[in-house]
């Protein structure tokens, strides 16, 4: 390990020995990495498959039992004023990198926020300001019902990926937390099986019905690959993503598009089309009964079912079983190393998603269209459950700095705002660092 990936440890358990000051015994260092879906969009609950990569951006935790059956925690990302550490080379100046991490401030020498594992595990109130322990309570909570014996902890966490910016540092906190509990309980657990129990975490105790990718790649991510995952058995392969040969760049449009509560906002509108194209495909003549999702629906179907079914419809219908057909057609390329081809898939897609599924807003259009302007740049699509949020890009390593720079001018010149841009490779799942 660098002089830099050292580093960071020994200053992370001198933060946590602040904090901290009045347990004692071992610690554990653990880190959970962001991710990245490369392609596959929208496909995850209509059984197809989806083609993450953990990035670099991650969630470091230091992390002790206690006795006394109390789960005390700090981030430094709540509370805190705006100080911002440089563990590695940003190169950006500010967090644009993602590659930065927060110190503690001086006045945090107490724990943040605590939980009981004497009493049931509840989630706060969504306003309440300890609102984000939802997460580590759900993970804890999940264990504990899976009937795994836990300590109570003490947990001081810092992290480089953005919160609520696309890249899903909500999962690598519950697997992060999840993965220190079992650290500290001298166990470990299949990464699908956590998987699972977070994701279920994330749906009890943060009210968000996710998928299972984000997770699963945070849980099982294997460093140099990206993950082709089945979203129907959860079979999964792991494809070479050459360091010598690739970079992926990921810039964030820092557009957020409030999808809005309940069941009338756009992702539950699109999973509601979705059924209503089930139904129909899975009716004679056309359809026929086996049809169980859009993973079973064929192209030619799509095609005799124009004038038939709604047009909105048909078309959401035609987003996901062309994402799914590219998706798996991706992965072969990138083992073949064909990476012109599976740019074009790229751009395929995210065609797919402007015009059939229509979850593009024009700021991601224009990073994404002026990366393909960029010499060295294979492909680039919106990634993400859309509105806003973040592009990835696939480029040679040589081009992933003039990328950064293009974008930055552009969208600057355009918007008025920088976008937050940074290089990764893929990173490996969660894992016990000391
Ligand atoms: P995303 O997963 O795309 O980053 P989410 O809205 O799903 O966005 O999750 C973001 C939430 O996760 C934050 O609002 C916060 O509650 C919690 N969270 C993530 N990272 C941290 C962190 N480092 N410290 C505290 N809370 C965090
Ligand atoms: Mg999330």
């Given at each position: 390990m660098s002089a830099a990936g050292t580093n960071w440890i020994t200053d992370l358990r001198r933060d946590f020995d602040r904090v901290f000051s009045s347990s004692k015994g071992r610690t554990h260092v653990i880190r959970a990495p962001g991710r990245v879906n490369l392609i596959g969009e929208h496909t995850d609950y209509n059984d197809g498959f989806v083609f993450p990569m953990a990035i670099e951006?991650?969630?470091?935790?230091?992390?002790?039992?206690?006795?006394?059956?109390?789960?005390?925690?700090?981030?430094?990302?709540?509370?805190?004023?705006?100080?911002?550490?440089?563990?590695?080379?940003?190169?950006?100046?500010?967090?644009?990198?993602?590659?930065?991490?927060?110190?503690?401030?001086?006045?945090?020498?107490?724990?943040?926020?605590?939980?009981?594992?004497?009493?049931?595990?509840?989630?706060?109130?969504?306003?309440?300001?300890?609102?984000?322990?939802?997460?580590?309570?759900?993970?804890?909570?999940?264990?504990?019902?899976?009937?795994?014996?836990?300590?109570?902890?003490?947990?001081?966490?810092?992290?480089?990926?953005?919160?609520?910016?696309?890249?899903?540092?909500?999962?690598?906190?519950?697997?992060?937390?999840?993965?220190?509990?079992l650290a500290l309980a001298g166990l470990t657990m299949d990464p699908q099986r956590l998987a699972l129990l977070c994701q279920k975490a994330e749906h009890e105790y943060a009210g968000a019905p996710v998928g299972i990718m984000d997770q699963t790649i945070i849980a099982a991510a294997r460093a140099g690959t990206a993950m082709l995952l089945d979203c129907r058995d959860l079979s999964k392969r792991f494809v070479p993503l050459d360091a010598q040969e690739l970079r992926v760049v990921v810039a964030n449009s820092l557009v957020k598009h409030d999808l809005g509560a309940g069941g009338d906002n756009e992702y539950a509108k699109r999973r509601r089309q979705c059924e209503e194209a089930v139904r129909f495909f899975a009716t004679p003549p056309i359809g026929n009964p086996a049809v169980k999702s859009l993973r079973d629906v064929t192209l030619q179907q799509i095609d005799q079912a124009k004038g038939k079914l709604d047009d909105v419809v048909l078309r959401r219908a035609r987003h996901v079983v062309t994402e799914t057909a590219r998706t798996a057609r991706f992965a072969e390329l990138l083992a073949e190393k064909k990476y012109e081809q599976a740019g074009d898939l790229m751009l395929q897609s995210h065609a797919s998603m402007r015009d059939d599924y229509e979850i593009t807003v024009e700021e991601v259009d224009f990073l994404s269209a002026e990366a393909m302007k960029v010499k060295g740049v294979y492909g680039a699509r919106m990634t993400g459950g859309g509105f806003g949020g973040c592009i990835v890009a696939l480029v040679q390593p040589r081009a992933a700095t003039a990328l950064i720079e293009h974008l930055t001018r552009g969208y600057a010149d355009r918007f008025g705002k920088r976008p937050e841009c940074f290089v990764t490779t893929a990173a490996d799942g969660a894992s016990i660092v000391a």
């Open positions: 951006p991650e969630i470091r935790f230091v992390c002790r039992s206690r006795e006394d059956g109390q789960v005390r925690l700090t981030s430094t990302e709540m509370g805190q004023k705006e100080s911002v550490a440089s563990s590695q080379n940003s190169g950006a100046g500010s967090r644009n990198a993602s590659t930065d991490y927060r110190l503690l401030d001086s006045q945090f020498s107490r724990p943040l926020a605590s939980f009981s594992l004497n009493e049931k595990i509840v989630p706060l109130d969504k306003h309440d300001k300890d609102a984000w322990t939802n997460y580590p309570r759900g993970a804890i909570a999940e264990l504990i019902a899976a009937g795994i014996p836990l300590s109570g902890m003490d947990v001081l966490l810092t992290s480089s990926i953005p919160l609520g910016g696309g890249l899903s540092s909500s999962a690598a906190l519950l697997v992060g937390t999840a993965r220190c509990a």
